[in-house]
C-alpha cells in the first residue's frame, strides 16, 4: 500500500530493478539504484538524529541529489521543502526560518552565499554538501561532505505509525501580500496526484519524460512523481536555451514534455528536425493561459501528439486538464477537474453558478493540501468547508476556495476569467508585488511603490513597477539596478514608471485599480 512517497520509486524497484529511473547530463540511474541513493540519505538524516516531522530543505539545481534527498527525506518520516534554486540568499533564510528547517541539503556555492544570511536561532542543525565539504565551520551549523556521510551511516529503519495524511512537502508559493507562503502537503496530496495525473496522460513505463521546469513548483514536482508511479524514465535538464531541448528530444526519444506558455513559445522558434519529434507522445501546458497561435505553431510541430491544456492549484497540486479530443472545438477552455478530484464553481455564498455565470472555482477531494505552514489566518481564508458538504453530524470538509473567476460552458467545460487578487504571474513564476515593492524601498530611492502585472501575450503578465521619487532627479538605472541585484530575474520589472505621486483611495491605500487602467490605457 502507498502510504508515503518514497513507496512510489521502492515498489518501482521491486518490480522494475534495472530499468531507466532517472538520467541527469550522460548518466542513468535504474530504480534500484535510485532506491539504494536514496535509503543512503535516509541513513544520513537518521544518524543526525533528524525526527518524524522535521523538515529538510533541498536548495539545488536539477540534479539526481535532489530526487534522492526527496525520497530519502520521505523514508525517515521528515518533510522536504524544495526551494527554487533561482532565489536570492535573503528569499532562501526566510523560507528556511519560517518552517524552521533542521537540515539543508545545497551545493558548497550556494551554501557560501547563504550563510551570512542567516540567523543563529532559525534551527538549522546541518548542512549537507552534495559537491564536498567546501564551507568554513559555523558556531551553530555542522557542514557535512553528503558523500563522506553516505558512505559511513548505518542503515535507516523503519519509522513506525505513519499514515497517507501525515505531512511530506512544504512548497513556498507567493502571495498577492507579504512573504511567500508554505503550501503544505501530505503523502496523499502527493501520491494521488501522481496517480490521477497519470491516468489522464496514459503514462506507462514506456515513457521519456523531459524535466524542465523547476523541482520546486507543483508542475515540476508532479512530473517526477507522475513517472515514477508507473516507471517511467524522467530526464533532468536545467533549461538554458531552447535550442537544447529539440537536440534532447532526440537523444533520448522523449515521449512526455510539460512547459508554462512563455517557454513554449520560446520552442517554437526553433527548429525542430523529424528525430526530436517522432518519439513525442503529448505535450502539455500549465501555469497559464497557452496563446492560441501558439497552441497552432505547436500542434503543426508535433502532428501526431496529444496537446493537455492544464491548469493547477498548488493549495491542490493539480486541478483541471482538457481532454485533447476537445482542443479543436475549445481551445480557450481549461477543461474539467482531474480525475478523483471535483471543481465548482460557486457564487460567495456557495451556492453553484450556472452556465454562463461568473464564479469562483472551488476545488475538493484528495488533492487539497493541509493549509498553509505556520498561518492559520490565512488559511482559513483559502482552506474553507467544500460547499454542499456541510451537516451537522460531520466534520467539516475542507476544499480550496481559489480566489480565480471561472465559468462554465452548456456542457461544464471551464473557461479561465482571471484572479480576484493582485497576484502577479509572469513567466510561468506567481510573483509577490509585495515583495518588489520592499526591494524598491529598500533602495532608499522612493517614497511610494507600487508593482503590477500587465496583460502580455508572451509572459502572461509584464512587470511594471510604479513609484514616487524620495528626491528630486530620481535615476532609474539606479534603481533598476538595485531590483536585478536582490530580485531573481523573474521577479525584476520590465519597466519602472517615475511619477510625482501615486493615485490613492479615499482611505489612504494606493489605487491599483486606476493605476492599472492609467497604465494600460
Given at each position: 500500500m502507498?502510504?508515503?512517497?518514497?513507496?512510489?520509486?521502492?515498489?518501482?524497484?521491486?518490480?522494475t530493478?534495472?530499468?531507466?529511473?532517472?538520467?541527469?547530463?550522460?548518466?542513468?540511474?535504474?530504480?534500484?539504484?535510485?532506491w539504494?541513493?536514496?535509503?543512503?540519505?535516509?541513513?544520513?538524516?537518521?544518524?543526525?538524529?533528524?525526527?518524524?516531522?522535521?523538515?529538510?530543505?533541498?536548495?539545488?539545481?536539477?540534479?539526481?541529489?535532489?530526487?534522492?534527498?526527496?525520497?530519502?527525506v520521505?523514508?525517515?518520516?521528515?518533510?522536504?521543502?524544495?526551494?527554487?534554486?533561482?532565489?536570492?540568499?535573503?528569499?532562501?533564510?526566510?523560507?528556511?526560518?519560517?518552517?524552521?528547517?533542521?537540515?539543508?541539503?545545497?551545493?558548497?556555492?550556494?551554501?557560501?552565499?547563504?550563510?551570512h544570511?542567516?540567523?543563529?536561532?532559525?534551527?538549522?542543525?546541518?548542512?549537507?554538501?552534495v559537491?564536498?565539504?567546501?564551507?568554513?565551520?559555523?558556531?551553530?551549523?555542522a557542514?557535512?561532505?553528503?558523500?563522506?556521510?553516505?558512505?559511513?551511516?548505518?542503515?535507516?529503519?523503519q519509522?513506525?505509525?505513519?499514515?497517507?495524511l501525515?505531512?511530506?512537502?512544504?512548497?513556498?508559493?507567493?502571495?498577492?501580500?507579504?512573504?511567500?507562503?508554505?503550501?503544505?502537503?501530505?503523502?496523499?496530496?502527493?501520491?494521488?496526484?501522481?496517480?490521477?495525473?497519470?491516468s489522464?496522460?496514459?503514462?506507462?513505463?514506456?515513457?521519456?519524460?523531459?524535466?524542465?521546469?523547476?523541482?520546486?513548483?507543483?508542475?515540476?514536482?508532479?512530473?517526477?512523481?507522475?513517472?515514477?508511479?508507473?516507471?517511467?524514465?524522467?530526464?533532468?535538464?536545467?533549461?538554458?536555451?531552447?535550442?537544447?531541448v529539440?537536440?534532447?528530444c532526440?537523444?533520448?526519444?522523449?515521449?512526455?514534455?510539460?512547459?508554462?506558455?512563455?517557454?513554449?513559445?520560446?520552442?517554437?522558434?526553433?527548429?525542430?528536425?523529424?528525430e526530436?519529434?517522432?518519439?513525442?507522445?503529448?505535450?502539455?501546458?500549465?501555469?497559464?493561459?497557452?496563446?492560441r497561435?501558439?497552441?497552432?505553431?505547436?500542434?503543426?510541430?508535433f502532428?501526431?501528439?496529444?496537446?493537455?491544456?492544464?491548469?493547477?492549484?498548488?493549495?491542490?497540486?493539480r486541478?483541471?486538464?482538457?481532454?485533447?479530443?476537445?482542443?479543436?472545438?475549445?481551445?480557450?477552455?481549461?477543461?474539467?477537474?482531474?480525475?478523483?478530484?471535483?471543481?465548482l464553481?460557486?457564487?460567495?455564498?456557495?451556492?453553484?453558478?450556472?452556465?454562463?455565470?461568473?464564479?469562483?472555482?472551488?476545488?475538493?477531494?484528495?488533492?487539497?493540501?493541509?493549509?498553509?505552514?505556520?498561518?492559520?489566518?490565512?488559511?482559513?481564508?483559502?482552506?474553507?468547508?467544500?460547499?454542499?458538504?456541510?451537516?451537522?453530524?460531520?466534520?467539516?470538509?475542507?476544499?480550496?476556495?481559489?480566489?480565480?473567476?471561472?465559468?462554465t460552458?452548456?456542457?461544464?467545460?471551464?473557461?479561465?476569467?482571471?484572479?480576484?487578487?493582485?497576484?502577479?504571474?509572469?513567466?510561468?513564476?506567481?510573483?509577490?508585488?509585495?515583495?518588489?515593492?520592499?526591494?524598491?524601498?529598500?533602495?532608499?530611492?522612493?517614497?511610494?511603490?507600487?508593482?503590477l502585472?500587465?496583460?502580455?501575450?508572451?509572459?502572461g503578465?509584464?512587470?511594471?513597477?510604479?513609484?514616487?521619487?524620495?528626491?528630486?532627479?530620481?535615476?532609474?538605472?539606479?534603481?533598476?539596478?538595485?531590483?536585478?541585484?536582490d530580485?531573481?530575474?523573474?521577479?525584476?520589472?520590465?519597466?519602472?514608471?517615475?511619477?510625482s505621486?501615486?493615485?490613492?483611495s479615499?482611505?489612504?491605500k494606493?489605487?491599483?485599480?486606476?493605476?492599472?487602467?492609467?497604465?494600460?490605457?
Amino acid at each position: 500500500m502507498r502510504s508515503s512517497i518514497h513507496h512510489l520509486l521502492e515498489e518501482q524497484a521491486g518490480s522494475t530493478a534495472d530499468a531507466p529511473a532517472l538520467t541527469f547530463k550522460t548518466t542513468t540511474h535504474d530504480y534500484a539504484g535510485v532506491w539504494r541513493e536514496s535509503r543512503r540519505v535516509a541513513g544520513v538524516l537518521e544518524h543526525l538524529g533528524i525526527a518524524r516531522g522535521e523538515r529538510v530543505a533541498l536548495f539545488l539545481d536539477k540534479r539526481p541529489e535532489f530526487v534522492f534527498a526527496m525520497f530519502g527525506v520521505s523514508v525517515v518520516g521528515a518533510v522536504f521543502v524544495p526551494v527554487n534554486p533561482v532565489l536570492k540568499a535573503p528569499q532562501v533564510a526566510y523560507i528556511l526560518g519560517d518552517c524552521a528547517v533542521s537540515v539543508l541539503v545545497t551545493t558548497t556555492q550556494r551554501w557560501e552565499g547563504l550563510r551570512h544570511h542567516l540567523a543563529e536561532d532559525d534551527g538549522l542543525r546541518h548542512v549537507l554538501l552534495v559537491d564536498g565539504d567546501g564551507g568554513e565551520p559555523t558556531p551553530h551549523v555542522a557542514v557535512h561532505d553528503l558523500r563522506d556521510v553516505c558512505a559511513v551511516a548505518p542503515e535507516p529503519t523503519q519509522v513506525e505509525g505513519v499514515v497517507d495524511l501525515d505531512l511530506a512537502a512544504i512548497l513556498y508559493t507567493s502571495g498577492s501580500t507579504g512573504r511567500p507562503k508554505g503550501v503544505v502537503l501530505s503523502h496523499r496530496n502527493l501520491i494521488v496526484g501522481a496517480e490521477s495525473v497519470s491516468s489522464y496522460l496514459g503514462n506507462t513505463a514506456d515513457d521519456v519524460i523531459l524535466s524542465l521546469l523547476p523541482l520546486s513548483f507543483d508542475a515540476g514536482l508532479s512530473q517526477v512523481t507522475t513517472a515514477f508511479a508507473v516507471g517511467a524514465h524522467v530526464v533532468l535538464v536545467n533549461y538554458l536555451v531552447p535550442t537544447d531541448v529539440p537536440r534532447l528530444c532526440a537523444r533520448h526519444r522523449v515521449t512526455g514534455l510539460t512547459c508554462v506558455p512563455p517557454l513554449w513559445i520560446q520552442l517554437t522558434s526553433v527548429a525542430w528536425p523529424q528525430e526530436a519529434t517522432e518519439s513525442l507522445r503529448y505535450f502539455a501546458n500549465t501555469g497559464g493561459r497557452m496563446p492560441r497561435s501558439t497552441l497552432d505553431k505547436l500542434r503543426a510541430l508535433f502532428p501526431q501528439a496529444a496537446p493537455y491544456l492544464m491548469y493547477g492549484l498548488t493549495e491542490a497540486f493539480r486541478s483541471t486538464y482538457l481532454d485533447p479530443g476537445e482542443v479543436d472545438r475549445r481551445p480557450d477552455s481549461i477543461g474539467k477537474a482531474i480525475p478523483n478530484a471535483e471543481v465548482l464553481v460557486v457564487r460567495p455564498d456557495g451556492t453553484r453558478c450556472a452556465p454562463g455565470e461568473e464564479g469562483e472555482l472551488v476545488h475538493r477531494g484528495p488533492l487539497v493540501a493541509l493549509g498553509y505552514w505556520g498561518d492559520a489566518a490565512r488559511s482559513a481564508e483559502r482552506f474553507k468547508p467544500a460547499p454542499g458538504t456541510v451537516d451537522d453530524w460531520r466534520a467539516p470538509e475542507a476544499a480550496v476556495w481559489s480566489g480565480d473567476r471561472v465559468v462554465t460552458d452548456d456542457d461544464g467545460f471551464l473557461y479561465f476569467v482571471g484572479r480576484s487578487d493582485e497576484m502577479i504571474k509572469s513567466s510561468g513564476y506567481r510573483v509577490s508585488p509585495t515583495e518588489i515593492e520592499e526591494v524598491a524601498y529598500s533602495s532608499g530611492l522612493v517614497s511610494d511603490a507600487v508593482a503590477l502585472g500587465l496583460p502580455d501575450e508572451q509572459l502572461g503578465h509584464r512587470i511594471v513597477l510604479v513609484v514616487s521619487p524620495l528626491a528630486d532627479g530620481l535615476e532609474t538605472d539606479e534603481l533598476s539596478r538595485v531590483l536585478r541585484r536582490d530580485l531573481p530575474l523573474f521577479m525584476v520589472p520590465a519597466d519602472v514608471v517615475v511619477r510625482s505621486e501615486l493615485p490613492r483611495s479615499p482611505n489612504g491605500k494606493f489605487d491599483r485599480v486606476l493605476l492599472r487602467k492609467e497604465l494600460e490605457s
